[in-house]
């Protein structure tokens, strides 16, 4: 008698890379004032198939900051994974692809907007971590919220 063997999932990040990132510095007059800049960052995360078991997860990252009501840099990183999902249950996809997914390209992101922040000759900045898991559950409430509506 044979016994059916227990379907293991499996997830795996298999590949990380920066899909696009710019700099762009608007004026030179933002290096002649003293520093003090105002961020505004923004966080968002889309996630693609590609086949049965593969997807890929891009979390766009922009940093907008001015200084002295005067536009100093904006950075932006698109840090994408590619990420196997195999023979996971359909209602815990969304939280991966959503929450779990981002996670992990976060510091990825974070290192690269600070790089390209530095290389603009301005000083390090250092993004604070994500509770993507926590970003996650309060856009699935206000789903629900909207389609009880």
């Known amino acids: 008698m044979m016994t059916?063997?227990?379907?293991?999932?499996?997830?795996?990040?298999?590949?990380?890379?920066v899909?696009?990132?710019?700099?762009e510095v608007p004026g030179a007059g933002v290096f002649t004032k003293e520093w003090n800049p105002e961020l505004d960052i923004n966080l968002s995360s889309n996630a693609e198939k590609l086949d049965d078991d593969h997807y890929q997860v891009v979390l766009t990252v922009s940093v907008t900051a001015k200084n002295a009501e005067e536009a100093a840099f904006i950075a932006e990183v698109h840090q994408a994974g590619i990420f196997l999902l195999k023979d996971i249950p359909e209602d815990q996809i969304g939280q991966i692809l959503g929450a779990y997914c981002p996670n992990v390209l976060f510091p990825y992101a974070r290192e690269v907007i600070s790089d390209?922040?530095?290389?603009?000759?301005?000083?390090?900045l250092l993004l604070a971590p994500v509770n993507f898991d926590q970003a996650y559950a309060q856009s699935q409430q206000q789903v629900d919220a909207e389609g009880n509506a």
Request: charged fraction near 25%; aromatic fraction near 8%.
């Open 19 to 23: 899909k696009d990132m710019s700099l």
């Open 116 to 124: 390209i922040v530095t290389r603009g000759s301005f000083p390090q």
């Open 4 to 17: 059916e063997e227990q379907v293991q999932p499996q997830l795996a990040l298999e590949r990380i890379y």
